[in-house]
T-cell receptor, first 114, second 116 residues
Framework: AQSVAQPEDQVNVAEGNPLTVKCTYSVSGNPYLFWYVQYPNRGLQFLLKYITGDNLVKGSYGFEAEFNKSQTSFHLKKPSALVSDSALYFC????????????FGQGTELSVKP | DTAVSQTPKYLVTQMGNDKSIKCEQN?????MYWYKQDSKKFLKIMFSYNNKELIINETVPNRFSPKSPDKAHLNLHINSLELGDSAVYFC???????????????FGEGSRLTVL
């Protein structure tokens, strides 16, 4: 079965510093991987995805993610964090066998302090 | 112009009542979903419909009954509400047609259900 894991419940970063939010995956076949962000009392917003092609994927709000097949990882990164990046981040994998549903990790709370 | 809209945004009700949540998408997508987010923020798929046909039913109690009158709408009716049904319910949509598939799901803003 497809799954993703986010090993950190919380990540704390100082504003201006680089940030990384970790995600590892387990899939059979080629992975379709996604990152979403959820601000308080809001829905999930799509950030970026990896389906095929370059291992470094660029997305919204200056975020990028690196697909690493050998380490089965898809870490989310940003070179310089903003206080407004503080939110809950979800990694997800598409379950190709079941109508395209996304299976989500448990989420990582990112806190960026001034 | 909201892409995926859910109503109501908030629901507070007593145990044993019946309630419905409605969802509409104007993206022209062919697949819609209901997800449940619990108090620990964990997201779990409940149902998925493709062109009005149920394709995913993830062992949800049969008190939950989804209905899709057309591919732009997916409603969720819950009978005999229980305390454990308190959660945020998210509707989402995606395009699954081969050649038009982009992969990502588009989510509504959520409907927060509180059962007292």
């Amino acid at each position: 079965a497809q799954s993703v894991a986010q090993p950190e419940d919380q990540v704390n970063v100082a504003e201006g510093n680089p940030l990384t939010v970790k995600c590892t995956y387990s899939v059979s076949g080629n992975p379709y991987l996604f990152w979403y962000v959820q601000y308080p009392n809001r829905g999930l917003q799509f950030l970026l995805k990896y389906i095929t092609g370059d291992n470094l994927v660029k997305g919204s709000y200056g975020f990028e993610a690196e697909f690493n097949k050998s380490q089965t990882s898809f870490h989310l990164k940003k070179p310089s964090a903003l206080v407004s990046d503080s939110a809950l981040y979800f990694c997800a994998v598409r379950d190709g066998n079941q109508g395209g549903k996304l299976i989500f990790g448990q989420g990582t709370e990112l806190s960026v302090k001034p | 112009d909201t892409a995926v809209s859910q109503t109501p945004k908030y629901l507070v009700t007593q145990m044993g009542n019946d309630k419905s949540i409605k969802c509409e998408q104007n993206l022209g997508h062919d697949t819609m979903y209901w997800y449940k987010q619990d108090s620990k923020k964990f997201l779990k798929i409940m149902f998925s419909y493709n062109n009005k046909e149920l394709i995913i039913n993830e062992t949800v109690p049969n008190r939950f009954s989804p209905k899709s009158p057309d591919k732009a709408h997916l409603n969720l009716h819950i009978n005999s509400l229980e305390l454990g049904d308190s959660a945020v319910y998210f509707c989402a949509s995606s395009q699954s047609v081969p050649g038009r598939y982009t992969g990502e799901l588009f989510f509504g803003e959520g409907s927060r259900l509180t059962v007292l």
